[in-house]
């Protein structure tokens, strides 16, 4: 179903800007394809190359692809529990559970703890895309733009390990506890949780839709008038609600509103769109 939506809102996209190329060759023609230009560019999207040919007097079509290797420390609060099944309630049931930690020379109190955790965060923007602009006025170089952004599907990853104090208060904790009793500890990602694994790993995935229907504005030439010229995009991708996986750890919604996550990765997490901007060196090649 999350694929026919977005595949209907590219075709509407594309019949919109036919539309228009439609009207904008009544006036000239220009024969598809007679010139091809290349360009570069830097951008919210990373840096990238495009390949461009006209269609008609004042409709270009543009295909290239873009990445965005970006790789930075993510920071989140640690989640050590709420109400009855907090740490801090667990040690006040359990006088085992507070032996066994004073045994081991471990902090019996989540306040002596480390609550924050740093986690190696990766965009997986590396995507192609196939564009077609749209010239209203002849004697202006704006335009309109529609078409899609293709990709795997992965937004961003995290991954990283608990603090090894943590880990250890969490094993001592459950080997005291009866059976059928087990205290978890996780971390709060957007609107989600996430627990660790048995050794203290989290692998976090968002994902997205893998084809983002595209709109836009923008100014300049693909196909430039002389040799060389310039080119500005601004536009949105529509990539759908993020949603979140893990290979290795339970994922449950976010109950602790008190947790903190990073910003930038908050962010991304619950964006539905992605904004594109983006300047270009263009050149013709024929």
Partial sequence: MRCCVHI???LSLLLFVASMSCACAQEGRVRPFSHLAASFEVG??????????PLHERVTVRAGVAALP?????????DFGEGTS????????????MDALRREGLPVSSRDLVDEVDFKARLGLVQGKLLVDCYPFRQFDFYVSAGAYFDNGTLFTLTGTMPDEVMQVTDAINGALPEGQRFVTAVAVGDEMVAVDGQGRIDVTVTT?????????????????RRLGCQFDLGVMFQGK?????HNAAVWDVTNTALESNGVTDILGKASIYPVLSL???GRIF
């Fill in 209 to 225: 839709w893998k084809v983002k229907p595209y709109v836009g504005i923008g100014f300049g030439r693909a196909v430039p008038r």
């Fill in 44 to 53: 919210l999207t990373g840096v990238g190359v495009e390949l461009s040919a």
């Fill in 70 to 78: 970006l790789r930075f420390n993510a920071r989140y609060d640690i």
């Fill in 242 to 246: 993020p949603s979140l996986a893990s």
């Fill in 280 to 282: 270009k060196l263009t």
């Fill in 86 to 97: 907090s740490m801090d309630a667990i040690v006040a049931a359990n006088p085992a559970v």
């Fill in 8 to 10: 209907a809102v590219l």
